[in-house]
C-alpha cells in the first residue's frame, strides 16, 4: 500500500500552507469556478490573457491540500506562459493523472518542476478528482478569456 | 436480552478482516452498515434454492418465493409497527421513496400558491424532489432554522406550518446526529392541517420505530443502513392517502387492467410497485429486520448512546479546543453521528490519514449543503456508529486523528 509520503510531498505542504497567487481579479478579467461534488472542494480561476499570454491569474476557494495546492502550482506554472503552453500543459497534466481525453500523447520532454510532486496522487484513485479540479477550471477560464 | 458486541461483531464477516494486515474500524455506518451473516445465506440460500418470479407465475417455487417476498413486508411492517401491511411499499432506495411522495402526493395537491414545509438540516433526498416539482408548480417551500446547538428552532414553528399541506422532516440528521422531537412534529403539521412526512433512513436502522406512535402519514428509510442489502427501501403510508394517490411508474404488475383506452390500477401496495421487484433484496431485508428485532431496538439504541457519550467525551478531552464537534452535545438528544472539525486541516486529508489505519470515516458535505453552509463549512469529518462498533473503535479514532495533526503540523 502507498505511504502517505508518496502522497503529500512536502512541496505539497509548502504550495498548501503558502498558496501561491491567491486571490481574486476584477473584471475585464474571466472567472470561472468549479466544484468536486464528492467531497466539497471548490477553486475559482481567474484570469488575465493578452495577446495570447497569460497576463495574470488569482485562485480562489478552498479545499483540502491536494486541490489547493494543484491550483497554486498550476497558477506558477501557467503565469506569464502563452495560452497554447498552458492549453499543452493541463493535457499533460492530466495525462499524468491517468486520465486520457484522446487526442496526441503530451510532449514529456520539459521539466515539471513542482508539478512533478503531483504524480503521486495517481497512487490514490480517490484524489486524482481533486488535483485534477483547478486545471478544468483552468481550461473553462481559458475557453471563456477565447470567447 | 443482554447486548454483547462482540456477539454482534462475530456476526459481521467482513470486521473480522485484516485490510494491509489490520484490522478494519468501520465508521462509516451512517453512509451505509455492514452485513450479517444472517442476511448474507438468506439471500444465499434464496438463490440457490428458491428463486422464482413473485406474484404472477402459479408453480410451486413461485408461489414459495411469493410467499417468502410478501413475509418480507409482513416483518417490516411488524418492524415499524405499521397498522397495515399492504401500506408497506417496496422501492429502489428511500431517494425513489421520497421521490414517489413528491411525485405522486405532491403533484396532486400542490400548485400555485400552495406552501410546504422543510427544515435546514435536510439531506438532498428530501430537499431536491421538492424543489424540481416547486419549479414546476410554482409553490413555496419554507424552512425551519436550527439552533446554535444544531437541534430543529421550533419557536416560529406555527407560523412557518400556518396553510402548508406538508411538512417533511429528518427523523435523525445524517449530519448532526440530532434526533428530532418526531411526534411533536408530526403533530404540530397535523394541527395546522399538513400532512407529516418522516424520513427515517438515519432512524430506522438505530432506535425503535412505531409510525402510529409518531401519528405520521408518511415515512421513508432504506435497508443498507439497517444490516440490510442494498438496492431496496421502504414508503411506509397511511392506506386513505396511498389509495388517493395517482401511480407512481407505470408498467407491468401495477395494474388491474389495460385496454387500448387507459389503464385501472391495481390494489396496494401493487398500485406502486411497477416491474419485476427487488426479489432477493426483499429476502435480505426480511432478514436484516430479524436480525435487528432479535438484538432488539432498545439495545441498539443503548449501545449506540454508550458510544455517542464516550465518543464526544474522548475527543473533547484527547483534543480540547483543537476539535469542533457539530450539534448537540447532549447524547441523548443525538444518535452516535459525529461530525467534526479538526485544527484547520481539511477534513479529505484527515479521512486520507485514517484510512492508513483503516479508520473508515466520511469526508464531504454529506448530501446536505444547505446545512453545511449553515455551519459555514465546505465539508466535516463523519465518524458515524453502530451496533457492532465497540470503546476500542473510538480510541483507534482518536489515535488516527492525532496522527493526523501530527502529520500535517510539521
Known amino acids: 500500500m502507498p505511504g502517505l509520503e508518496d502522497l503529500y510531498r512536502e512541496i505539497i505542504l509548502d504550495h498548501y500552507k503558502s498558496p501561491r497567487n491567491r486571490g481574486s481579479l476584477e473584471p475585464p478579467a474571466v472567472r470561472s469556478e468549479g466544484h468536486n461534488p464528492l467531497c466539497g472542494d471548490e477553486i475559482e480561476v481567474f484570469l488575465v490573457v493578452k495577446d495570447g499570454i497569460v497576463d495574470d491569474i488569482k485562485i480562489g476557494g478552498q479545499g483540502c491540500s491536494i486541490s489547493q495546492s494543484s491550483a497554486s502550482m498550476m497558477s506558477a506554472a501557467v503565469k506569464g506562459k502563452p495560452v497554447e503552453q498552458a492549453r499543452a500543459l493541463i493535457h499533460r497534466f492530466k495525462h499524468m493523472m491517468s486520465i486520457d481525453e484522446g487526442g496526441e500523447e503530451p510532449d514529456t520532454s520539459a521539466p515539471l518542476g513542482d508539478l512533478e510532486a ?4 495517481v497512487k490514490f484513485p480517490v484524489r486524482i478528482k481533486c488535483a485534477v479540479l483547478s486545471w478544468n477550471t483552468l481550461a473553462e477560464a481559458l475557453d471563456i478569456a477565447a470567447e | 436480552m443482554s447486548f454483547d458486541v462482540q456477539k454482534v461483531r462475530a456476526d459481521f464477516p467482513v470486521l473480522a478482516e485484516l485490510i494491509n494486515g489490520k484490522p478494519l474500524v468501520y465508521l462509516d455506518s451512517a453512509n451505509t452498515s455492514q452485513k450479517p451473516n444472517a442476511v448474507i445465506d438468506a439471500m444465499t440460500q434464496f438463490m440457490q434454492h428458491g428463486y422464482a418470479p413473485t406474484n404472477r407465475s402459479a408453480y ?81 417551500i419554507r424552512w425551519v432554522p436550527l439552533t446554535s446547538d444544531g437541534l430543529l428552532d421550533l419557536s416560529n414553528l406555527s407560523t412557518l406550518l400556518d396553510g402548508a399541506k406538508a411538512f417533511s422532516f429528518t427523523a435523525m440528521s445524517n449530519v448532526l446526529g440530532t434526533i428530532n422531537p418526531i411526534t411533536e412534529l408530526c403533530a404540530a403539521a397535523h394541527k395546522a392541517g399538513a400532512i407529516a412526512i418522516v424520513d427515517a433512513c438515519q432512524a430506522v436502522p438505530h432506535m425503535p420505530t412505531d409510525v402510529q406512535a409518531w401519528d405520521a402519514d408518511f415515512v421513508t428509510f432504506s435497508s443498507h443502513k439497517m444490516v440490510g442489502p442494498s438496492g431496496i427501501g421502504i414508503l411506509w403510508g397511511r392506506e386513505s392517502l396511498l389509495d388517493a394517490m395517482p401511480p407512481f411508474l407505470g408498467g407491468g404488475n401495477m395494474i388491474s387492467d389495460v385496454k387500448l383506452e387507459g389503464f385501472t390500477c391495481a390494489e396496494l401496495p401493487a398500485k406502486f410497485e411497477a416491474g419485476t421487484q427487488p426479489i432477493i433484496e426483499a429476502i435480505g431485508l426480511g432478514a436484516a429486520v430479524d436480525y435487528l428485532s432479535a438484538i432488539g431496538m432498545d439495545n441498539v439504541r443503548a449501545h449506540e448512546y454508550d458510544m455517542t457519550v464516550l465518543a464526544l467525551n474522548s475527543l473533547n478531552d484527547r483534543f480540547g479546543s483543537d476539535i469542533t464537534i457539530h450539534g448537540s452535545t447532549d447524547a441523548a438528544l443525538r444518535g452516535a453521528t459525529i461530525s467534526f472539525a479538526y485544527r484547520d486541516v481539511h477534513p479529505h486529508d484527515i479521512s486520507q490519514v485514517l484510512d492508513q489505519n483503516n479508520v473508515c470515516v466520511r469526508a464531504g458535505h454529506h448530501c446536505a449543503k444547505p446545512l453545511m453552509r449553515l455551519l459555514g463549512s465546505n465539508a466535516t469529518v463523519r465518524a458515524s456508529f453502530y451496533l457492532y462498533n465497540t470503546p476500542s473503535d473510538v480510541t483507534a479514532l482518536c489515535d488516527a486523528l492525532s496522527e493526523a495533526g501530527d502529520f500535517f503540523t510539521l
Open chain 1, 118 to 121: 503531483l504524480q503521486g496522487v
Open chain 2, 60 to 140: 410451486q417455487l413461485a408461489a414459495e418465493a411469493t410467499d417468502k417476498f410478501e413475509g418480507a413486508r409482513a416483518k417490516v411492517a411488524a418492524f415499524i409497527n405499521a397498522p397495515k401491511v399492504h401500506e408497506v411499499l417496496y422501492t429502489k432506495n428511500a431517494t425513489e421513496a421520497l421521490n414517489l411522495i413528491v411525485r405522486s402526493w405532491g403533484s396532486a395537491n400542490l400548485s400555485v400558491g400552495d406552501a410546504m414545509v422543510l427544515t435546514h438540516m435536510e439531506h438532498h433526498a428530501n430537499i431536491v424532489p421538492w424543489q424540481m416539482l416547486a419549479a414546476e408548480r410554482g409553490f413555496t
